[in-house]
Each structure stands twice: as C-alpha cells, then as structure tokens.
C-alpha cells in the first residue's frame, strides 16, 4: 500500500476514534447536564419550600408586624434605656401577638371588662401597668367598674416594678395585656370582644428630659399611638368610646402667665416630650371634629406617691439619699430654686374617674357618619401650690433620716421648665376636682411604701438603692 494511503488510512481511524470519544464526551456533559438541570430544580423546590415554612413561622409569631401596625424606634445603642425598650417591644409584639385570640382569650378579656354594679363603665385602660394606670383601674375596680388593661411593659424603667403593679390588679380581678397600642390589629379584636363605653389612654413615652436622647420613641407612643388607638375607636368600635387620654403640664412650656390656665397659650413646648403632648391635644381636636368621638385630655402636674415613675426626680431622690450617693439640683440662671406644682396620686385618680365619668358620648359610627358635635375637653390636674425642689428634698431628708448629698447646678437646657402651677377652677367646676394633699402628707405616704416596697432599713442605713426585691403585698393608697 502506497504511504500516502496508508497515512490516510491512519488518520481516518484517529479521525473515527476521536470522533468516538467526542460522542462519548457529549453523551457525559449532556448526562452531567440533566443531572444539573435535576438538581437545581431540587434546589429551586427547597428554597421554596423553606421560604414558605420561614413566611409561616413569621405569621405565627409576629401576626401584628403583617398587619396594619407599626413600631417605630430610634436605633438605640445596646444596653441603652432605649435599646432595652426596643428589646421589651419586640418581646411585647411577641407576647401579645402570640396569645391573643381565641375563645379563651376573648372570655377574659370579656369577664375583666365587664362592669359589676348597675350603670358601670366598661373603661379600656392603656399603660394599666404604668403608675397612673395602676391606680385609676384599681379605683375604678374598686367601685364596681369593668377594667381591662393593656401595658407593653417597656424597660424606660424597671419592667419588675410594673409587673408587681400588674400582680396586684390581677389579684382584683383586673387583667392586663401585654400589648403595644400601636397594634392595630390586637386593639380591633378587643373592641370586637368587649364593648368599652370608656378609653382612659394612659400608655405614653414619659420624661421631660429623657426626650433629647430617645426622640423617637416619644413619636412612637404620643403621636403614633395616639393616632392608632383614635384610628380604632372611630373606625372600628361599635358603639364609639369616649376617649380620656393624659397631655401633660408640659404643653405650657415658656408660658410665663401663672397659674397656668387652659385658656393660656400652648404653642411655645420647651421640649420634645411637650411638643408631642401638644401634637395629641391637636390630633384629638380633629379626631373630635371629623368622627365625632367625646375626648377629653387631661394635662397632669408632676405626679407623685406610692407605686411611682423611678425616673421621676422625688423617687430617684429618694434612693440616692438612702443609698448615699449625691443629688443634682438644678436652679434657674437667676439662682432661683426650681419649683412644681407636685400633685398626689389619690387627687389625680379623682381627676380622672371624674372626666370619665362627665365624658358625654361620642357622635360618631364606624360608618363615618356622625349625629353631631361630640365633647371636647381639656383640663388643668393639678394641686395649685407649686413647690421648690429644695423643699421636696427638706421632706424626704426628714422621712428618710438622711441628709442628702446636694450638688446644685444651673438648670441644663434640656427641656425643663422653671417652674409649674396650675389653675384646676374648670375641673372644680365640671367635675367637683378638688386636690386634697400637702406634699409633705403625699410623700409621707411614698416613703411608707419605697421602704416597704425596698425592704429598707431607713434606721440602720442598711439599704442599696437600685436593688429591686420581692414586693410585700400592699394595697395602693389609691383602692384603700
Ligand atoms: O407635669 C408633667 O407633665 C411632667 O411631670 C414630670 O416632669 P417634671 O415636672 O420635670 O418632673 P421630674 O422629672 O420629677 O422633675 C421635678 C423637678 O425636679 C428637678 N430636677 C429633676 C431632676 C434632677 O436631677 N434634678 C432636679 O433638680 C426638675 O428641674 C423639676 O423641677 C414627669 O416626669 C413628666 O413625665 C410629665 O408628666
């Protein structure tokens, strides 16, 4: 055979055997590629799967966050007062919105709104954990009233404090929700559940000064959820309830006119935490005005005794005398003493079942029609003889045994107002207010209940402030 041929011959065999192995190939990278196509679609089938299983798992636990509510929050840092009420929220959003539903649910919600004597109100208490909101719905328990209360039990201050709080009311029969009032959905299903005839909206972000560094938290509760908790009540609640909620002194702010009348101006707040309470009187006003519902704002004056806000000057006072540690007073720039027009618990208690009990009905249905102008009132809670600071201190050195370490300085610009007084003669006349206690009586009955509360030894001087231990069983000098 000549070479050339067999050459060819040669190459055509090489030509057969690659042309072979590439067949080979393409029949593996084709077996490679079903095997691909398989897999990705087990794959695609997993993820969807598992998205499906995380979209329920996020449906259990968080209904409320699905539905029309909202939460906002500052982006505290953590181990902030801020980031632990971001934390206690969150928890809240879980605990209410993991356990409310149900015909169980709704049963209690019913037995503990429901009024036990003839004519009683059926009153949805909000911040019923709080201070104000612990006393108002143990009197109005007191007195034959159906209270059901909601708190979301945020750490602004010890969440122990509130929790005993919530203990001895439901030790009344009074039961109180963990639940946020930015929960839309939570508030509609109460509404659906019980008929309140009466709101007393307590639930809001405290503190003058604590507003410079959580501002978002005080538009989360006095503006958000003010907006929510009247959003309902108009819209949802059948028949509407009449609405008494808490503003504040504060909506005085620069006011120089004294006592402070509410016929006074409104429009200078000193700080964020006034400017929101103003923000509510004006969302009430036209929550009132297109729906038609009976509101009533009741602007409190430094509020004080038994079962008290930690935070509040007169009770942080009073652990740092026990505890030893110095006291910041603050004076005004002209070296005056600051003073407050300090108003007992058992007076401001009084206040509010009288404004709710004066409330008039709202005019308005869930339709949006409404019969006609509904009331809309404001009113002055206070005890009309202020006090300097250094006084309230002068009482406590002598309850407590103990003088205080004192450190005065000029008042810091941070939303304080010299001085606060009010004129209480609208609530006298509407209502029959009439503030009963010195403040040196009130906070005779503070300290009884701190060193009980505590387990102090005023005598010895054996006390650690700040340490929170089991709480004696006592009554509140609001239901005794
Ligand atoms: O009526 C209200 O609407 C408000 O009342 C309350 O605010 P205030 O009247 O500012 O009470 P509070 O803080 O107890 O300070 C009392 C006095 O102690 C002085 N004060 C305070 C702190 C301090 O370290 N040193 C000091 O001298 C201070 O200068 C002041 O003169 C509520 O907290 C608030 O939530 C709101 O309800």
Redesign the pocket.
């Known amino acids: 055979m000549p070479a050339g041929v067999v050459d060819a011959a040669a190459k055509g065999v090489r030509l057969e055997r690659h042309a072979a192995g590439a067949a080979v190939l393409l029949r593996r990278a084709s077996g490679a590629k079903q095997l691909v196509s398989a897999s990705s679609h087990l794959l695609f089938r997993a993820t969807v799967l598992a998205t499906l299983a995380l979209v329920v798992l996020f449906a259990v636990h968080y209904p409320s966050l699905l539905s029309r509510s909202f939460s906002l929050s500052a982006a505290p840092s953590s181990g902030s007062p801020s980031a632990a009420r971001s934390r206690s929220s969150h928890r809240s959003l879980l605990g209410s919105g993991a356990s409310y539903g149900g015909a169980a649910w709704e049963r209690e919600v019913r037995r503990s709104a429901t009024p036990r004597r003839d004519g009683g109100l059926s009153v949805l208490v909000t911040g019923a954990a709080g201070f104000v909101g612990a006393h108002c719905s143990l009197a109005l328990r007191g007195r034959g009233d159906g209270v059901l209360g909601l708190d979301n039990f945020n750490a602004y201050y010890d969440p122990a404090l509130k929790r005993a709080r919530q203990r001895l009311l439901a030790s009344r029969g009074v039961v109180v929700l963990d639940a946020d009032i930015n929960d839309a959905a939570l508030l509609e299903r109460l509404f659906a559940a019980a008929s309140f005839t009466h709101v007393l909206h307590l639930a809001a972000q405290?503190?003058?000064?604590y507003a410079m560094q959580a501002p978002q938290t005080y538009v989360a509760s006095n503006v958000a959820g003010l907006v929510s908790l009247f959003e309902v009540a108009a819209k949802h609640a059948d028949p509407q309830p009449a609405i008494v909620w808490a503003s504040?002194?504060?909506v005085y702010g620069l006011n120089t006119d004294a006592p402070f009348s509410e016929e006074h101006r409104t429009d200078r707040p000193a700080s964020l935490?006034a400017a929101t309470?103003k923000a509510g009187e004006a969302i009430a006003h036209a929550y009132n005005h297109i729906y038609g519902l009976s509101i009533t704002g009741l602007?409190?004056?430094?509020?004080y005794g038994p079962w008290g806000?930690p935070?509040?000057?007169?009770f942080?006072f009073a652990r740092s005398i026990v505890a030893g540690e110095p006291?910041?007073?603050?004076r005004t720039a002209d070296g005056a003493d600051?003073?407050?027009d300090f108003t007992y618990i058992d007076d401001i208690v009084k206040g509010c079942l009288g404004a709710l009990d004066t409330a008039g009905k709202s005019t308005g249905s869930k339709s949006g029609k409404k019969r006609g102008p509904a009331p809309l009132r404001v009113y002055n809670l206070g005890n009309t003889s202020p006090v300097p600071?250094t006084r309230?201190v002068a009482i406590l050195e002598k309850l407590l045994g103990k003088k205080a370490n004192k450190r005065v300085v000029t008042?810091p610009s941070n939303g304080?107002?010299p001085f606060?007084h009010a004129n209480v003669t609208h609530a006298a006349r509407d209502f029959g207010y009439r503030p009963a206690t010195s403040l040196e009586a009130g906070l005779r009955h503070f300290v009884d209940w701190f060193v009980q509360y505590y387990k102090l030894d005023i005598k010895g001087s054996n006390v650690l402030a700040g340490k929170t231990t089991k709480r004696k069983s006592m009554a509140m000098s609001a239901a005794s």
Do not use: E, Q
């Open positions: 405290a503190g003058v000064r504040s002194s504060s935490y309470k602007r409190f004056f430094t509020v806000r935070d509040m000057a007169y942080s006291i910041t007073l603050f600051a003073r407050r600071v309230m008042m304080d107002v606060t």
